[in-house]
């Protein structure tokens, strides 16, 4: 629900003054029955208060097979703010010298601007030094007469090379494909507007334009280290749309992810500064922010969430504005990340609510698809935009991933023998409290 006044009868609602309202965590442990469908409800769950954070079982058939058969692209990496000076000075060495002791340590070279898409660990680093023959009296950091040796450039040639050659050190290492969420095709997306709306408490014309779905693989390594759903707010650029992706920014109120699969180990949701009340953001970018690696660090978060098949997690990535109401700060305790999958492969999908009206004006409502995308473009096979997705199958798999699949597959017909099962059963009952009559629609 939206907060607004109750209408007398035959007054006009001005639905471009309604509010979001957020759902209330209450508590850590707090359960709140939701109806999913009709005679079918599930428990919401409270997981974390800051950022509110929720749990949900949200259907038994949830399954990645429609995203196999559209074909899966490479995920693009995180593009950096910053570039690295290509100059080799006093200068750019006590940039990269943080705690000013006259030499540059792994620790430090991990928190240079710039590289933003690469998370080294202190071993990776030491093996930098010794590639690039950087510590001459081997003492595990860089002087300044090093540093000149070795030059800034040189030193950017090995990022690039790490970047190609090392997916395990990228922000990011997985694949992707997008779907449309009004497509009856596909079982995933059934009841995809209404159920949101019950759990997210937004309006259904609000969640109607947002964003496409995305359904994500991870293989072996996988991982998305920690980062952030929405951007920061910024009045000189616009929020992100279908016909606006360049020079503007991610209006992403609220996520629901939701886990298509259970990895036979890791691939764990981390949290990594869930209920610390002293986030500092100047101390996390000086030295905190080697917890953001959850290739290695996973665990060291402060929340972190076992994938479970059918299982859906939703948080808020911003408060809400106290004067307006409407989109406030980016909540920096909203900051999460995909931990490394050690066994078997991971399979979710993001559901991003998005803010792209303005609210006070004629189109609050208005969101990434009411922004200049005609759907009747889309074919599978392509993305979101329309092109033509180049499938990347990636390596030839072996023969133990290929077994885990068709044990995977076993199990998804199992989940969908059951589903059927208890949807005549939940019919049944309808027809018996109805005296032999039944004529509600029910999707599981």
């Known amino acids: 629900m939206w907060n607004t006044k109750i209408a007398e009868a035959g007054d006009y609602i001005d639905k471009t003054k ?19 469908f009709p005679f079918h409800k599930r428990k919401v769950k409270t997981i974390s208060m800051n950022p509110p954070i929720f749990e ?34 006093q200068r750019t060495f006590k940039i990269w010298d943080n705690n000013d002791d006259g030499f540059i340590e792994p620790v430090e070279i991990m928190h240079v601007r710039g ?36 030059t800034v ?10 970047r190609r050659t090392k997916p395990r050190l990228r922000s990011r290492n997985s694949r992707q494909v997008w779907m449309f969420h009004n497509d009856p095709k596909y079982p995933l997306l059934s009841d995809f507007h209404g159920r949101l709306s019950r759990l997210s408490l937004l309006p259904e014309e609000f969640i109607n334009n947002t964003e496409p779905l ?8 996988g991982h998305y280290h920690c980062h952030h759903d929405s951007d920061d707010l910024n009045p000189k650029l616009q929020c992100c749309s279908y016909a606006n992706e360049d020079d503007c920014r991610l209006c ?30 100047e101390a996390w970018e000086r030295g905190e922010g080697w917890k953001c690696n959850l290739a290695q660090n996973c665990h060291k978060s402060n929340l972190v969430i076992k994938p479970e098949k059918g299982k859906a997690i939703m948080w ?98 199992k989940d969908e023998e059951k589903w059927k099962e208890e949807k005549e059963k939940a019919i049944k009952e309808a027809k018996d409290i109805g005296g032999g009559s039944y004529d509600v629609k029910l999707e599981l």
């Open 18 to 36: 309604w509010l979001p309202k957020l759902r209330d965590p209450i508590k850590v442990g707090h359960e709140e029955e939701m109806m999913v």
């Open 153 to 162: 450039p040189v030193i950017k040639e090995y990022f690039d090379k790490v």
């Open 56 to 89: 949900i079982r949200w259907m038994a058939n949830s399954n990645s097979e429609t995203a196999k058969r559209l074909g899966l692209e490479k995920s693009p990496l995180a593009k950096a703010d910053t570039v690295i000076d290509d100059e080799t000075s």
């Open 316 to 413: 808020y990535n911003h408060h809400l504005d106290k004067n307006t109401g409407w989109l406030g700060e980016l909540d920096q305790l909203a900051q999460h990340g995909g931990c490394d999958v050690i066994k078997g492969t991971k399979w979710v999908a993001n559901l991003w609510l998005t803010l792209v009206g303005e609210q006070g004006t004629e189109e609050p409502f208005k969101g990434w698809i009411d922004y200049g995308k005609d759907e009747t473009k889309y074919k599978p096979g392509t993305d979101w935009r329309g092109d033509l997705v180049k499938q990347d199958n990636g390596a030839e798999e072996s023969s133990d991933q290929k077994n885990e699949e068709t044990e995977q597959k076993k199990s998804e017909i």
């Open 214 to 221: 995305q359904v994500v693989k991870y293989d072996v390594h």
């Open 115 to 150: 590289k933003e898409d690469l998370y080294f660990t202190e071993d990776d680093l030491l093996e930098m030094f010794e590639e690039l023959d950087m510590d001459k009296d081997n003492n595990g950091k860089i002087d300044f007469e090093e540093f000149s040796k070795v």
């Open 252 to 281: 992403r109120l609220v996520t629901v992810l939701l886990y298509l699969n259970e990895p036979q180990e890791g691939g764990e949701t981390a949290f990594p500064v869930a209920g610390n009340e002293t986030f500092s953001e």
